[in-house]
């Protein structure tokens, strides 16, 4: 019988009691429990299994060897050691201030109590309280407690446009964590997951024996499924599916182990057997286009970053790095890392189709009204597909003339727009692409068969024109894509004062 997608499932006991297909992550959870100091804290995306992972840990320390049947675990654990287990669960809440969350983590402390007769001390703070909790149920149960917290920094991110509210839900939180620093003779093993870690935050300044494994190569692969799972485990739903398609729309992630898919989206996909940008659509990031907006950030730039190890494992709320920002959240991945003397460097990228389409379908109306970008984003893939490159001069004058400067100001608002009316077509387009000679502007890919390698530049005097696909040839860009069956080369110049194109040229060099 065909094992059903478990779409929408974090509960292990139930999906794997309910006949769900179940992707084996013990060898990782087995490694960091066995061989690991036993406090860990790992983020990833939204949806991305945090949940399940938790889930599983929970019901293994509970010894519950039944649901771990023919898994990598199942031999090597010791089912006879049982453990209490703290789950504290913030992805279900909804906290718009320090007072709801305090409300939150002692009705949390309340009812966990509740199964091992400890009554909340009113008298107290929340921190003691959860101090006593935990040293009750080591008494009662005569084994260290298991504490598994999930979607840590959730109450941060609610409200993250409101500094002064986030810094008084920082304090809360820290108190709260760094509790736990002084109940390690009471704690057997802890695992925080999240979306973010925060710079300046200190939330787990106490916990100097968390290891963070998020950016650890051991743990790459520890949430979502690889390609090779992928085709081992959901088999029974791959007959007629195109892999490479799959693979271009929704793989990608990298978290320095293999690339990865979003099971969330992947297992809709299969479901569905349609193309669709199923997890971007859960979590418009309204804030970060709000935060690109107001820095009038070059977003050409975010393909091909590089950017310092220490950018990505954390970001700081009073000034926060864009880049950061959409690594953690899931709209940037990284996609090559570099040793250098000085330390670790990631180049980052949109991780897949998916997230390059749709965040520039979001950036767009920033910069164009929705039904200019739709009538010419149509035309610029007939043309790109018919060759027709005189017609492109004129779709990128529509353009031009038609970008809104009440929402967006700069001369970077034009490559901005060139370069997101491109991605959000769909095409295959590659930014700031690195040759030995020098970054190519644009290079978009049609049909597996046809390349533009484009320059775009925004110049102010009469003697700078030319200048574009001079560059081109004489660094010779196009060399890099000799093995396609058509090159052409294009150079728009874009006048800053005049607000238009005033020189556009074009040539097929292969």
């Not at 610029?380 to 038609?402: D, F, H, P, T, Y």
């Amino acid at each position: 019988m065909k094992k059903l997608l478990p779409i929408g499932i974090s509960d292990f006991k139930k999906l794997r009691e309910g006949g769900y297909i179940y992707v084996d992550k013990t060898e990782y959870i087995y490694r960091m429990i066995k061989e690991g100091g036993g406090y860990y804290f790992l983020s990833r995306p939204r949806r991305f299994g945090k949940s399940l992972l938790l889930s599983t840990i929970e019901y293994l320390f509970k010894g519950e060897r039944e649901l771990y049947k023919g898994l990598y675990i199942e031999e090597k654990w010791n089912w006879e050691e049982k453990y209490p287990v703290v789950r504290i669960d913030f992805s279900k809440t909804q906290v718009r201030d320090e007072k709801e969350l305090e409300k939150e983590l002692r009705a949390i402390i309340i009812e966990t109590g509740k199964r091992y007769r400890y009554k909340y001390k009113k008298e107290y703070t929340i921190n003691r309280n959860l101090e006593l909790l935990i040293e009750r149920i080591y008494e009662v149960s005569k084994k260290q407690v298991v504490i598994l917290i999930d979607e840590y920094d959730k109450a941060i991110l609610d409200n993250i446009e409101k500094k002064e509210k986030v810094e008084r839900i920082r304090e809360v939180l820290k108190g709260f964590y760094t509790t736990l620093k002084g109940l390690d003779r009471y704690i057997r093993f802890v695992l925080i997951t999240g979306v973010s870690k925060f710079a300046k935050v200190s939330l787990f300044s106490g916990l100097n024996q968390l290891e963070d494994i998020s950016l650890s190569k051991e743990y790459g692969n520890i949430c979502g499924y690889t390609q090779e799972e992928l085709e081992i485990y959901f088999k029974e739903y791959l007959e007629g599916v195109d892999l490479e398609e799959v693979k271009e729309w929704y793989n990608g992630y990298s978290f320095l182990g293999d690339r990865v898919y979003n099971p969330f989206d992947i297992l809709l996909y299969l479901r569905n057997r349609e193309y669709d940008s199923y997890w971007y659509k859960t979590g418009t990031p309204s804030f970060l286009i709000k935060l690109i907006k107001e820095k009038e950030y070059d977003i050409s730039e975010l393909e091909n970053k590089i950017v310092k190890k220490n950018v990505l494992e954390k970001f700081d709320i009073e000034e926060i790095k864009i880049e950061a920002l959409m690594y953690q959240t899931g709209y940037l991945t990284i996609k090559e890392a570099y040793e250098r003397e000085y330390g670790q460097e990631y180049r980052l990228g949109y991780p897949n189709k998916e997230v390059r389409i749709s965040f520039n379908e979001d950036i767009l109306p920033l910069v164009l009204k929705d039904e200019i970008r739709e009538n010419i984003s149509g035309k610029i893939i007939e043309i790109l597909k018919g060759e027709k490159l005189e017609e492109l001069r004129e779709q990128i004058e529509v353009l031009i003339s038609n970008i809104s400067y009440v929402h967006y100001k700069g001369e970077s608002s034009y490559v901005i727009a060139i370069f997101s009316l491109l991605y959000s077509t769909g095409l295959n387009v590659i930014t700031e692409d690195n040759t030995d000679k020098g970054r190519i502007d644009l290079v978009v890919i049609v049909n597996k068969g046809i390349v533009y390698v484009i320059e775009v530049k925004v110049i102010e005097r009469e003697e700078e024109k030319g200048k574009a696909i001079k560059q081109i040839q004489e660094r010779e860009y196009y060399k890099k894509y000799m093995n396609y069956e058509k090159i052409y080369i294009v150079g728009i110049e874009i006048d800053r004062n005049k607000k238009k194109i005033i020189n556009y040229e074009y040539k097929r060099v292969k």
